[in-house]
């Protein structure tokens, strides 16, 4: 187990299209491992995607389960080549990254998404998702498309129906 | 890093903020946080300015600057510094019927509550017949949701329209 880097705006790498995850071995559960003592070791962070310690690979793990005030959750979750297969509703929340350092912005997100994935082991996983737990999975996700929620946010008095943000796939900016 | 606190307001047009910063980074001066938005016709301007410079080296900069866009300018020297960002907890909403003395009102039950404003925002919308007046605060509270909406709860027999929600921030 190790502590790994997080990689900070404005590393190109953070702007990086992750590829999908092939080998489904003993190197990417150790890794997975050290992904989440990173993602433990700083701020209260419940997401993390490989991209932000500069593996590019389609993983990321969120875990919903312990926030300040409950929330509708499905636990930690490891998430290895995971696809927001749909989007319904949208809201406004506040966000923050641990790649982005202190700032925090108001971004849109689907309010409730389908997702597949697969686990560490390659097997298939399908989930439905509402409000934090969902914001969440966005935003992992986009960190694999190279994606920051800074890319994505909205200003003050901006008209919450003027902006389209989500494409099917997720595979690149709207 | 010595901060001066830049304020400018006037009737808006199109290059103010070009003509402005333009100015600013050819005398060497770095902007931090800043603030610029139109209110009623105007732009209005805030902004942290440093650099190796002084507010007697920054005002023969912007002055003719200012006086061709026909701005008002105040500069202050303030004591701050970049990185103080807090992250609000809190987000309390008002719409309704505009009328007199609601931003008192519902900032005076907040601030009872040790409540601090990190950013607050206001309009007047509707038409001159019926105008409707919309708030939204985000800021910082100790006090827990039950005591801010205990707080707030007397204003809605005002016909004041108020709610608070807690504002948690996803990191990730």
């Not at chain 1, 187990?1 to 489904?24: H, N, S, T």
């Not at chain 1, 490891?78 to 790649?99: A, H, K, M, Q, Y």
């Not at chain 2, 004591?79 to 103080?84: D, E, N, P």
Request: charged share 25%; net charge negative.
């Amino acid at each position: 187990m190790a502590i790994l880097e997080i990689l900070k705006l404005p590393d190109p790498r953070l702007k990086e299209v992750a590829l999908e995850v092939e080998q489904f071995d003993d190197e990417l559960h150790g890794f997975i491992d050290d992904l989440e003592e990173t993602r433990q070791n700083g701020p209260a962070a419940v997401g993390i995607a490989a991209t932000q310690v500069g593996r590019l690979q389609r993983i990321v793990i969120i875990d919903c389960s312990n926030t300040r005030k409950p929330v509708p959750n499905h636990g930690r979750l490891v998430l290895v080549n995971p696809e927001i297969t749909e989007w319904d509703g949208f809201e406004l929340g506040r966000e923050g990254c641990l790649s982005v350092p202190d700032y925090t912005g108001n971004v849109i997100r689907a309010e409730r998404i389908k997702l597949k994935a697969q686990d560490a082991d390659g097997g298939e996983l399908s989930f439905e998702m509402e409000g934090y737990e969902a914001r969440a999975v966005q935003h992992e996700v986009d960190h694999l498309d190279g994606i920051l929620f800074v890319d994505r946010l909205v200003s003050r008095r901006t008209d919450l129906f003027q902006r389209k943000v989500y494409r099917k796939g997720g595979k690149g900016k709207a | 890093m010595d901060w001066q606190m830049l304020t400018l307001v006037g009737e808006d047009q199109p290059g103010i903020v070009a003509q402005l910063t333009d100015a600013l980074y050819q005398g060497g001066f770095n902007l931090g946080e800043t603030s610029m938005i139109r209110l009623g016709g105007n732009f209005t301007i805030m902004m942290m300015v440093g650099g190796a410079g002084t507010a007697e080296t920054l005002l023969p900069l912007i002055e003719p600057v200012a006086r061709q866009l026909n701005l008002q300018m105040h500069l202050d020297p303030i004591h701050g510094a970049l990185h103080q960002h807090r992250v609000p907890n809190f987000q309390v909403r008002v719409n309704g019927a505009d009328q007199a003395g609601i931003v008192a009102r519902v900032t005076g039950a907040l601030a009872g509550c040790g409540f601090n404003i990190l950013d607050l925002e206001s309009d007047v919308v509707g038409s001159a017949q019926q105008p409707v007046y919309i708030m939204t605060i985000q800021g910082y509270s100790d006090a827990t949701l039950e005591v801010l909406e205990a707080a707030l709860d007397p204003l809605k027999a005002q016909d004041i329209d108020v709610h608070v929600t807690p504002v948690e921030t996803l990191i990730g």
